[in-house]
């Protein structure tokens, strides 16, 4: 008896990775707001910069702060097309090879669209 290979997610399973993702989502826009606060600190003082840094140190603490806000949001933007993904019931299929995403990388990375074998190919 031959067996079918398993070609997407079960409602199930894709309700686990929701789940999963709406977590991740939330806590990545709660990141995201706590940078913009950062940011929106440093341009609302008095003279645009933190008291007691000097010029040098506040370019380069904005930038970190931007570079981390612009991760952010870069993040929240892969964890939204996952759950469009989840939606249109193709979440966890490898992009590359068309095959299915381990559960146990989904779970790591849930908004990966590339198998460990696709990954390892780039």
Known sequence: ???????????????????????????????????REQMSEQTNSEDGRPRGLDDGS???????????????????????NALLRIHNKVYGICRQTGTLISAERLRIVPHTTLSIQAKQNR
Do not use: C, G, P, W
């Open 1 to 35: 008896m031959q067996t079918q290979q398993q070609t997407r997610y079960s409602d199930a399973e894709l309700a686990e990775f929701k789940t999963i993702i709406d977590a991740k989502l939330d806590e990545a826009r709660r990141q995201l707001q706590f940078y």
């Open 58 to 80: 506040t370019t380069a603490t904005n930038e970190d702060i931007n570079r981390l806000a612009v991760r952010q949001q870069q993040l929240i933007q892969h964890l939204e």
